[in-house]
Structure formats: C-alpha cells, structure tokens
C-alpha cells in the first residue's frame, strides 16, 4: 500500500503542476496564479477536515495528554476556512480569468480525492 500511495502522490504532484503549467501557457501569469490558488485553498481546506474528523475519534478523558493534540487540530480546522478565503479573494482580484483556473485548481484537487477513494476501495 505504501508503493500505491507513493506513487499517487507522485501522479497528483505531476497533475497540479502540469495544471499550473497549462494555465499559464492558455491564461497567462494570472491564469497560472489563480490554478495555484485554487490548488492551495482546496488541499488546506482538506487538510483541515482531515484533523477534525481525527478529533471524532479522540477521548481525552482516558488520556489527558491528548489535549494538546485537539487543540492542534481544532486551530488546524479552524484555520482552513480563512485560508481558503484569502486565496479565493487574492485570485478574484487578478481577474476573471484567475477565477476560472482557480475552480479549475478546485475541480483538480476534489477528482484526486475522488480518485484516491476509488483507488482505495479497488486495493481492499
């Protein structure tokens, strides 16, 4: 499983810049900027819901030192939204061509989850 995950990473890593790239050949610095954005946004704003979800599972009653961790990881969620609001609003004030590569650094992140899911599912 580890050889699968290395090798998604490596395929994800090759599709966002070869987005990043793409966009800047079609759109332009902005166009570039905005997929990058997009990208950044996205993978925090997963990021974030990945800890939240890991504090479901969490009891700090059983064991106290745990706290620490919870709380890392509730600033982590809650830090996600923001994050995901600047890169938004920087990419809307390059234009409207950012914000169409923006959604499709968005689009890009959100099929990679899917695909992973699938992939996932296909190993087990």
Request: proline content about 5%; glycine content about 12%; charged content about 10%.
């Amino acid at each position: 499983m580890k050889a699968v995950k290395r090798f998604f990473l490596l395929i994800s890593t090759f599709c966002i810049v070869s987005g990043i790239l793409i966009a800047f050949g079609l759109k332009g610095e902005p166009g570039a900027t905005g997929f990058a954005l997009g990208t950044i946004a996205t993978v925090s704003n997963f990021f974030g819901l990945w800890m939240a979800i890991g504090i479901i599972g969490a009891d700090p009653s059983k064991d106290p030192a745990v706290i620490p961790k919870l709380l890392l990881r509730a600033l982590a969620f809650l830090t996600s939204l923001p994050i995901f609001l600047v890169c938004m609003r920087r990419s809307h004030a390059l234009g409207p061509v950012a914000d169409g590569c923006f959604i499709g650094g968005l689009a890009l992140v959100y099929l990679m989850a899917i695909s992973w899911g699938v992939l996932r599912v296909q190993l087990d």
